[in-house]
């Protein structure tokens, strides 16, 4: 299954079943059937399947990072936090 995450896109929120994943002149895409068994074609950096490189994403100036990881981070944080005194 495949969810399509790009907020600006019609069926932001829906999931697909996943077929394949293509390369084509226009770049990666992703071939899926919807519920009624209609072929659909998304390209993949709309999708759940897309990992952004750092470079891609520096040279974007912005930086995309998923809650679970920020959860992660402050773990990390916090353990630090109180294995050490801070002033």
Do not use: W
């Not at 929120?13 to 519920?35: A, H, M």
């Not at 897309?50 to 974007?60: A, G, L, N, P, R």
């Not at 992660?72 to 002033?87: G, I, P, W």
Request: proline share 3%.
């Amino acid at each position: 299954m495949i969810t399509i995450v790009h907020p600006f896109h019609p069926d932001n929120g829906k999931s697909y079943e996943c077929i394949e994943r293509i390369q084509t002149k226009l770049g990666e895409r992703v071939r899926c059937l919807d519920q009624d068994g209609k072929l659909r074609i998304f390209p993949i950096n709309i999708t759940n399947l897309y990992i952004t490189d750092f470079k891609e994403v520096s040279d974007q100036g912005d930086c995309k990072t998923s809650v679970d990881d920020l959860l992660t981070l402050k773990e990390l944080v916090d353990a630090l936090m109180s294995s050490h005194e801070c002033k």
